[in-house]
């Protein structure tokens, strides 16, 4: 073997362990589904009422978490990394879960408001071990501020869908923000 060819063996070995490294997963496909399935959800809370906002969270809200964990599965295997997967999966699905028991249990014990402001807290907690898990805290800041926001327009009176529509709106804005700032990079 030639000096020039195990130099270059060396600079693929390096690249490999720094792609496999840092977190391959981008918390923007999630960001930006989710706020559209909220987006969704509000719109459905305004037309039809609480069940019809429920059904669609179980339906949307399960498509949208296995799509995104598909664009996730894709997004690893083409950078060429692996590993993570399966325990962000299990974290995702066990936040979703949550949720939405979360939110069922806050709206018969309390309020309507509450049954919108439980998951929201959620969804800020989850996204702050999701953005711990993936070393990039900067979305979750982003969502947590998002989630502010609708949790001071419920606690201010407003209807529980224009508060999930603010928060989908804010998730949708977090994601293509997250978007941008990968892009700069």
Do not use: K
Not at 38 to 58: K, Q
Not at 89 to 102: A, P, Y
């Amino acid at each position: 073997m030639t000096s020039d060819r195990a130099s270059e063996l060396l600079a693929d070995v390096s690249r490999l362990r720094a792609r496999t490294r840092r977190s391959v997963a981008s918390p923007a496909p999630a960001a930006i589904a989710f706020g559209a399935t909220t987006v969704l959800a509000a719109i459905v809370l305004a037309l039809f009422g609480s069940r019809a906002f429920a059904v669609t969270w179980i339906v949307a809200g399960t498509a949208t978490l296995l799509g995104v964990g598909r664009a996730y599965r894709r997004q690893g295997h083409r950078r060429g990394a692996t590993g993570r997967g399966r325990r962000a999966m299990i974290w995702s699905w066990g936040l979703f879960v949550l949720c939405f028991v979360i939110a069922l249990a806050a709206a018969s014990i309390g309020s309507r408001v509450s049954g919108v402001v439980a998951p929201i807290v959620f969804v800020i907690l989850g996204y702050a071990g999701l953005g711990a898990f993936s070393r990039r805290i900067g979305p979750a800041a982003a969502v947590a501020a998002a989630g502010l926001v609708a949790i001071a327009l419920a606690l201010a009176g407003a209807t529980p869908w224009l508060v999930e529509l603010v928060f989908g709106a804010g998730l949708i804005a977090s994601g293509l923000g997250s978007v941008l700032g990968e892009r700069s990079r």
